[in-house]
């Protein structure tokens, strides 16, 4: 099992960026795979980023070359830079960690890019 604590959310104005982090309770390299999801209201829970075996990324279309995934092995910690954002990023963003077929989720944070 890991439990997977998200911060950096928050309000921001459109063209402004963030940085998600998402701190895992075990050693990430014990982790399959981890990413980022958001789900905006009405919405189904959509795809943003994910980082497998460490070194393997995949970036949605609607967010490449604005957002960037990244880890730091040495604080057990996934980070998604957020730049150029726009009012369509809004979302609670979710971190997981898949560790062979089970995925976890951590408890969202919130994203609003309003002016």
């Known amino acids: 099992q890991v439990q997977l604590v998200e911060s950096g959310g928050g309000l921001v104005q459109p063209g402004g960026s963030l940085r998600l982090s998402c701190a895992a309770s075990r050693n990430i390299f014990t982790i399959n795979a981890m990413g980022w999801y958001r789900q905006a209201p009405g919405k189904q829970r959509e795809l943003v980023a994910t980082?497998?075996?460490?070194?393997?990324?995949n970036t949605a279309d609607s967010v490449k070359g604005r957002f960037t995934i990244s880890r730091d092995s040495a604080r057990n910690t996934v980070f998604l830079q957020m730049n150029s954002l726009k009012p369509e990023d809004t979302a609670v963003y979710y971190c997981?960690?898949?560790?062979?077929?089970?995925?976890?989720w951590g408890q969202g944070t919130q994203v609003t890019v309003s002016s």
């Open positions: 980082i497998t075996n460490g070194v393997t990324t």
């Open positions: 997981s960690a898949r560790i062979t077929v089970t995925t976890y």
